[in-house]
T-cell receptor, first 110, second 114 residues
Framework: GQQVMQIPQYQHVQEGEDFTTYCNSS?????IQWYKQRPGGHPVFLIQ?????EVKKQKRLTFQFGEAKKNSSLHITATQTTDVGTYFC??????????FGKGNQVVVIP | NAGVTQTPKFRVLKTGQSMTLLCAQD?????MYWYRQDPGMGLRLIHY???????AKGEVPDGYNVSRLKKQNFLLGLESAAPSQTSVYFC?????????????FGQGTRLTVV
Protein backbone atom coordinates (compact mmCIF):
# COMPACT_ATOMS: atom_id res chain seq x y z
CA GLY A 1 0.00 0.00 0.00
CA GLN A 2 0.89 3.63 -0.15
CA GLN A 3 3.61 4.69 2.27
CA VAL A 4 4.81 8.14 3.05
CA MET A 5 8.17 8.46 4.79
CA GLN A 6 9.53 11.54 6.47
CA ILE A 7 13.11 12.38 7.30
CA PRO A 8 14.44 13.34 9.70
CA GLN A 9 12.11 12.22 12.49
CA TYR A 10 13.57 14.71 14.98
CA GLN A 11 15.38 18.02 14.61
CA HIS A 12 16.85 20.47 17.06
CA VAL A 13 17.14 23.86 15.41
CA GLN A 14 18.81 26.98 16.75
CA GLU A 15 16.54 30.00 16.70
CA GLY A 16 17.35 32.08 13.64
CA GLU A 17 18.69 29.19 11.58
CA ASP A 18 17.07 27.47 8.61
CA PHE A 19 15.98 23.86 8.36
CA THR A 20 14.39 21.47 5.89
CA THR A 21 12.19 18.43 6.34
CA TYR A 22 11.59 15.85 3.62
CA CYS A 23 8.77 13.59 2.60
CA ASN A 24 9.12 10.59 0.27
CA SER A 25 6.49 8.30 -1.15
CA SER A 26 6.81 4.80 -2.53
CA UNK A 27 4.21 5.61 -5.17
CA UNK A 28 3.30 8.60 -7.30
CA UNK A 29 0.98 10.95 -5.46
CA UNK A 30 -1.92 12.92 -6.87
CA UNK A 31 -1.15 15.60 -4.31
CA ILE A 32 0.74 16.16 -1.08
CA GLN A 33 -0.48 18.02 1.97
CA TRP A 34 1.49 19.43 4.88
CA TYR A 35 0.20 19.80 8.42
CA LYS A 36 1.62 21.21 11.62
CA GLN A 37 0.84 19.95 15.11
CA ARG A 38 1.82 22.09 18.06
CA PRO A 39 2.75 20.27 21.30
CA GLY A 40 -0.47 19.06 22.92
CA GLY A 41 -2.54 20.17 19.94
CA HIS A 42 -4.08 18.68 16.85
CA PRO A 43 -2.79 18.69 13.25
CA VAL A 44 -3.61 21.84 11.33
CA PHE A 45 -3.48 22.08 7.55
CA LEU A 46 -0.70 24.23 6.11
CA ILE A 47 -0.75 23.73 2.35
CA GLN A 48 -1.45 21.41 -0.55
CA UNK A 49 0.73 20.84 -3.61
CA UNK A 50 -0.74 19.31 -6.73
CA UNK A 51 1.44 19.98 -9.76
CA UNK A 52 4.76 18.35 -10.61
CA UNK A 53 7.61 20.66 -9.57
CA GLU A 54 5.25 23.03 -7.78
CA VAL A 55 6.72 25.51 -5.30
CA LYS A 56 4.61 27.49 -2.84
CA LYS A 57 5.63 29.98 -0.19
CA GLN A 58 4.00 31.09 3.02
CA LYS A 59 6.13 33.83 4.59
CA ARG A 60 9.19 31.95 5.91
CA LEU A 61 7.96 28.53 4.73
CA THR A 62 8.73 27.16 1.26
CA PHE A 63 7.07 23.97 0.05
CA GLN A 64 8.19 21.96 -2.97
CA PHE A 65 6.68 19.02 -4.83
CA GLY A 66 9.10 16.87 -6.78
CA GLU A 67 9.04 16.51 -10.54
CA ALA A 68 8.09 12.84 -10.27
CA LYS A 69 5.43 13.66 -7.62
CA LYS A 70 7.01 11.18 -5.22
CA ASN A 71 8.73 13.56 -2.85
CA SER A 72 8.23 16.89 -1.19
CA SER A 73 10.09 19.23 1.12
CA LEU A 74 9.35 22.00 3.58
CA HIS A 75 12.04 24.61 4.17
CA ILE A 76 11.76 27.12 7.00
CA THR A 77 14.05 30.12 7.19
CA ALA A 78 14.98 32.20 10.26
CA THR A 79 13.41 29.71 12.66
CA GLN A 80 11.33 31.20 15.47
CA THR A 81 10.18 29.63 18.72
CA THR A 82 6.67 29.52 17.28
CA ASP A 83 7.90 27.00 14.69
CA VAL A 84 8.15 24.33 17.38
CA GLY A 85 5.95 21.31 16.73
CA THR A 86 5.63 18.27 14.51
CA TYR A 87 5.33 18.68 10.76
CA PHE A 88 3.46 15.98 8.87
CA CYS A 89 3.15 15.32 5.19
CA UNK A 90 0.17 13.39 3.87
CA UNK A 91 -0.56 11.83 0.52
CA UNK A 92 -3.82 10.63 -0.91
CA UNK A 93 -3.97 7.47 -2.97
CA UNK A 94 -6.56 6.06 -5.29
CA UNK A 95 -8.51 4.51 -2.42
CA UNK A 96 -9.28 7.92 -0.91
CA UNK A 97 -7.19 7.19 2.13
CA UNK A 98 -5.20 10.12 3.49
CA UNK A 99 -1.92 8.54 4.62
CA PHE A 100 0.37 10.47 6.93
CA GLY A 101 4.07 10.18 7.43
CA LYS A 102 5.47 9.70 10.94
CA GLY A 103 6.20 13.38 11.21
CA ASN A 104 9.25 15.53 11.89
CA GLN A 105 9.34 16.74 15.47
CA VAL A 106 11.10 20.10 15.63
CA VAL A 107 12.54 21.55 18.82
CA VAL A 108 13.68 25.16 18.69
CA ILE A 109 16.63 26.15 20.85
CA PRO A 110 16.43 29.80 21.96
CA ASN B 1 -19.18 26.75 13.40
CA ALA B 2 -17.63 24.30 15.84
CA GLY B 3 -15.77 22.36 13.14
CA VAL B 4 -14.90 18.86 14.31
CA THR B 5 -15.79 17.99 17.88
CA GLN B 6 -14.65 14.86 19.70
CA THR B 7 -16.07 13.51 22.92
CA PRO B 8 -14.80 12.64 25.41
CA LYS B 9 -11.46 14.47 25.63
CA PHE B 10 -10.01 12.10 28.19
CA ARG B 11 -10.92 8.61 29.35
CA VAL B 12 -9.42 5.86 31.46
CA LEU B 13 -10.67 2.33 30.82
CA LYS B 14 -9.98 -0.96 32.46
CA THR B 15 -8.85 -3.84 30.26
CA GLY B 16 -11.89 -5.54 28.75
CA GLN B 17 -14.22 -2.58 29.07
CA SER B 18 -15.94 -1.12 26.06
CA MET B 19 -16.49 2.45 24.99
CA THR B 20 -17.50 4.61 22.06
CA LEU B 21 -15.75 7.75 20.89
CA LEU B 22 -17.94 10.27 19.15
CA CYS B 23 -16.88 12.57 16.35
CA ALA B 24 -19.23 15.25 15.09
CA GLN B 25 -18.67 17.72 12.28
CA ASP B 26 -20.87 20.62 11.24
CA UNK B 27 -19.24 21.36 7.87
CA UNK B 28 -21.34 18.95 5.79
CA UNK B 29 -18.23 16.95 4.95
CA UNK B 30 -18.58 13.59 3.26
CA UNK B 31 -15.23 12.11 4.28
CA MET B 32 -14.46 11.27 7.88
CA TYR B 33 -11.47 9.50 9.40
CA TRP B 34 -10.27 8.04 12.67
CA TYR B 35 -6.53 8.08 13.42
CA ARG B 36 -4.49 7.04 16.38
CA GLN B 37 -1.28 8.79 17.35
CA ASP B 38 1.46 7.07 19.30
CA PRO B 39 4.97 8.39 20.03
CA GLY B 40 7.24 7.89 17.04
CA MET B 41 4.46 6.34 14.96
CA GLY B 42 2.81 9.39 13.45
CA LEU B 43 -0.87 9.27 12.56
CA ARG B 44 -2.14 5.83 11.65
CA LEU B 45 -5.49 5.44 9.96
CA ILE B 46 -7.90 3.13 11.79
CA HIS B 47 -11.09 3.39 9.74
CA TYR B 48 -12.59 5.92 7.41
CA UNK B 49 -15.85 6.75 5.68
CA UNK B 50 -16.55 8.32 2.31
CA UNK B 51 -20.20 8.99 3.02
CA UNK B 52 -23.19 8.29 5.22
CA UNK B 53 -23.70 4.58 5.70
CA UNK B 54 -20.24 3.63 4.41
CA UNK B 55 -17.11 2.61 6.27
CA ALA B 56 -13.76 1.13 5.26
CA LYS B 57 -10.70 -0.24 7.02
CA GLY B 58 -7.52 1.72 7.35
CA GLU B 59 -4.08 0.40 8.20
CA VAL B 60 -4.73 -0.55 11.86
CA PRO B 61 -8.41 -1.56 12.11
CA ASP B 62 -8.15 -4.57 14.44
CA GLY B 63 -9.93 -4.17 17.77
CA TYR B 64 -12.05 -1.25 16.53
CA ASN B 65 -15.43 -0.86 14.88
CA VAL B 66 -17.04 2.21 13.37
CA SER B 67 -20.43 3.42 12.27
CA ARG B 68 -21.60 6.34 10.15
CA LEU B 69 -25.37 6.31 10.55
CA LYS B 70 -25.61 10.08 10.16
CA LYS B 71 -23.49 12.18 7.84
CA GLN B 72 -22.30 14.46 10.61
CA ASN B 73 -21.29 11.73 13.05
CA PHE B 74 -18.58 9.08 12.95
CA LEU B 75 -18.38 6.72 15.92
CA LEU B 76 -15.38 4.66 16.92
CA GLY B 77 -16.02 1.68 19.17
CA LEU B 78 -13.71 -0.42 21.29
CA GLU B 79 -15.51 -3.63 22.22
CA SER B 80 -12.90 -4.99 24.64
CA ALA B 81 -10.20 -2.47 25.42
CA ALA B 82 -6.57 -3.58 25.65
CA PRO B 83 -3.53 -1.71 27.01
CA SER B 84 -2.17 -1.60 23.43
CA GLN B 85 -5.06 0.72 22.59
CA THR B 86 -3.74 3.40 24.91
CA SER B 87 -3.25 6.29 22.53
CA VAL B 88 -4.44 9.69 21.42
CA TYR B 89 -7.29 9.36 18.94
CA PHE B 90 -8.00 12.01 16.33
CA CYS B 91 -11.03 12.33 14.15
CA UNK B 92 -10.82 14.29 10.91
CA UNK B 93 -13.16 15.26 8.11
CA UNK B 94 -12.80 16.62 4.61
CA UNK B 95 -15.10 17.83 1.86
CA UNK B 96 -16.47 15.77 -0.99
CA UNK B 97 -16.79 15.16 -3.93
CA UNK B 98 -13.38 16.77 -4.35
CA UNK B 99 -10.92 14.55 -2.48
CA UNK B 100 -8.05 17.01 -2.92
CA UNK B 101 -9.05 19.15 0.01
CA UNK B 102 -7.68 19.65 3.46
CA UNK B 103 -8.63 17.57 6.46
CA UNK B 104 -9.93 19.27 9.58
CA PHE B 105 -9.03 17.60 12.84
CA GLY B 106 -10.78 17.41 16.17
CA GLN B 107 -8.99 18.21 19.42
CA GLY B 108 -8.26 14.57 20.14
CA THR B 109 -9.24 12.01 22.77
CA ARG B 110 -6.58 10.79 25.15
CA LEU B 111 -7.41 7.21 26.09
CA THR B 112 -5.61 5.18 28.71
CA VAL B 113 -6.32 1.48 29.16
CA VAL B 114 -5.10 0.04 32.44
Amino acid sequence: GQQVMQIPQYQHVQEGEDFTTYCNSSTTLSNIQWYKQRPGGHPVFLIQLVKSGEVKKQKRLTFQFGEAKKNSSLHITATQTTDVGTYFCAGRGGNNRLAFGKGNQVVVIP
Amino acid sequence: NAGVTQTPKFRVLKTGQSMTLLCAQDMNHEYMYWYRQDPGMGLRLIHYSVGEGTTAKGEVPDGYNVSRLKKQNFLLGLESAAPSQTSVYFCASSYSPRPNTEAFFGQGTRLTVV
